[in-house]
């Protein structure tokens, strides 16, 4: 992935993406540099993804896009959510290993 030229836009587009499909609208979508996390999402509707993303392979980063869209409707990992991942995310438990935090 950091063969393409403009990475932050890809995981944009790409997290852009997810968003029409999980019928969910952050409010602000940005990609930066974050040190101990690959996601986050504030209760504003700002949906924050590390830089570093660009390097993983496609289906790590849509686990982290998905989990961190989701918490647009659900602020916590309950059952609902964990279904959802699951649904979207075939595989997910496995990458949660993988996550630094
Ligand atoms: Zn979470």
């Known amino acids: 992935m950091k063969s393409l030229p403009y990475p932050d836009q890809d995981l944009r587009r790409r997290a852009l993406a997810w968003a029409v499909k999980l019928k969910v609208n952050p409010r602000v979508l940005r990609v930066q540099t974050m040190r101990r996390k690959w996601g986050s999402c504030s209760s504003a509707g700002t949906v924050t993804l590390a830089r570093d993303l660009s390097d993983r392979e496609a289906r790590?980063?849509?686990?982290?896009?998905?989990?961190?869209?989701?918490?647009?409707?659900?602020a916590t990992h309950g059952r609902v959510f964990k279904a959802l991942m699951s649904a979207y995310v075939p595989g997910w438990r496995a990458m949660e290993r993988q996550r630094l935090a």
Request: cysteine-free.
């Open 60 to 74: 790590f980063q849509d686990y982290v896009i998905v989990h961190e869209l989701l918490h647009l409707r659900y």
